[in-house]
């Protein structure tokens, strides 16, 4: 073979066998001498790539550390490439694939400070992974406001994940059914939307009260829910309505039939009008339909006056009077007893309460009759009170009075309340029938004594 194993031609005559040794030897020109070293030129000739490329290799050549130059732009899939065009390339004409399994599947961005990631310039903004830093952020994926990343901290990192899962926004804002034009909010869907904004204080809800009709239509966001630090450690929560007239409503429902059962109003429908008035708190009821029963409780704002749809009742006998002053510092409580209501003050029983007296509720009004012999009858005692069921409790303390059924013995049945010894009724004297039985008596006394006086 003309080529050895280091690439180097050797020719057949060489050395002491040449032309010129021949003709020194007056060796003749032989047909077979020229044919054996022309095939020998024309084997090394075949063995090489010609210019025209009509030639081609039939194994790998290796470089040995030099360069091809000066090749063509590449147009076939199997041309190659200068490193010009490779920095420069526009792109791909078709998806590019990563497979593999593990690392073999990955693209990785080593360094560990500056810019690591891939970019959308269209976009605006580029995602980049960052290493952690001491004492300040763990490793994180982050999208950034850069688009060149030519910097070691480029642009504003918008949206970071960490390596815990951890997502943590810089605007603080998460929207739904919502898109920002640089100006404006507008809904991508006709409708409503919704944003949350965390800021440093709480979390504010909003929404657009009046729906879009077409789509990326201008929404106008009201900010209807706030949950707030007061400042001092306090939590508030702010329900914003958006005008008079409108409500602020809380819902307690249940996964039955019909839903809603409690519907809490902090401030109904009622108009405000001025001096404090409207906007009234409100609890209503609901069937197992999920139908109205109405109101159950309403606080006017203006006067605080309390309504209740029904009977009002408490477990227990403490009721405490409000602020301290003269007149409070005591637990007061109102007990029924029937017939009667009693007035506690801590633990010591006043009495029944006062009955009413009006004119206008009384018929067959007429003069008492003589109650002389009546009072004369009656039988004042003193006495201490005693343990009797959870209303009374026994003390020392000397009281004066009379006894309940004597009084209705003696003057009438309705001077006091209840019958003897009637199950679970502790009888209570009517304090007006005994006033006046004792004025009647007086009157009668007086004019006794007036007409003794009157005698010579």
Not at 132 to 153: H, K, W
Request: glycine residues 10%.
């Amino acid at each position: 073979m003309p080529f050895n194993p280091d690439g180097s031609f050797s020719r057949i005559l060489h050395g002491h066998d040449t032309w010129a040794t021949d003709a020194a030897a007056g060796t003749k020109i032989l047909s077979s001498r020229h044919d054996q070293n022309d095939n020998d030129l024309a084997d090394g000739l075949s063995n090489c790539i010609t210019k025209t490329g009509n030639t081609q290799p039939t194994a790998n050549i290796p470089m040995a550390g030099f360069k091809i130059t000066n090749l063509g732009t590449p147009t076939a899939p199997s041309d190659a490439a200068t490193k010009g065009y490779v920095d420069n390339s526009p792109g791909w004409t078709a998806a590019r694939y990563i497979s593999g399994a593990d690392l073999q599947g990955r693209l990785n961005f080593t360094s560990l400070s500056g810019v690591n990631g891939i970019t959308w310039s269209n976009a605006d903004m580029s995602w980049f992974g960052k290493a952690a830093t001491a004492n300040q952020t763990s490793n994180r994926l982050v999208v950034n406001s850069s688009i060149d990343g030519t910097s070691v901290q480029p642009g504003t990192d918008l949206v970071s994940i960490d390596e815990t899962g951890n997502v943590n926004l810089s605007s603080g804002v998460l929207s739904n059914n919502l898109s920002y034009d640089g100006t404006n909010w507008r809904t991508p869907v006709a409708g409503s939307g919704s944003l949350l904004s965390l800021s440093g204080g709480g979390i504010t809800l909003q929404a657009n009260d009046t729906a879009t009709t077409t789509a990326y239509q201008t929404a106008t966001l009201r900010s209807h829910s706030a949950f707030v630090d007061s400042g001092s450690g306090s939590t508030v929560w702010q329900m914003l309505k958006s005008a008079s007239g409108k409500t602020n409503v809380i819902y307690g429902c249940t996964g039955g039939a019909g839903g809603v059962r409690w519907i809490m109003q902090l401030g109904n429908a009622t108009a405000e009008s001025g001096s404090n008035a409207g906007s009234d708190f409100e609890i209503d009821r609901y069937n197992d339909a999920g139908a109205s029963l109405g109101t159950a409780l309403s606080i006017n704002r203006a006067s605080g006056a309390v309504t209740c749809s029904s009977t009002v009742s408490a477990t227990g006998y403490q009721c405490k009077s409000g602020t301290a002053g003269p007149y409070s510092g005591n637990n007061f409580n109102i007990a029924f007893g029937s017939p009667n209501a009693y007035l506690f003050i801590d633990a010591t029983n006043l009495g029944i309460i006062s009955v009413s007296c009006d004119y206008r509720i009384k018929k067959d009004i007429a003069p008492l009759t003589s109650t002389w012999d009546k009072v004369k009858a009656l039988r004042p005692i003193s006495y201490t009170q005693a343990d009797y069921g959870e209303l009374f409790k026994a003390n020392d303390t000397p009281q004066w009075g009379f006894i309940a059924h004597e009084l209705q013995e003696t003057l009438l049945p309705s001077a006091a309340s209840g019958e003897k010894d009637a199950p679970d009724v502790i009888q209570g004297p009517n304090l007006l029938a005994i006033v006046a039985a004792l004025t009647s008596a007086l009157q009668e006394a007086m004019l006794r004594i007036e007409a003794l006086e009157a005698r010579p």
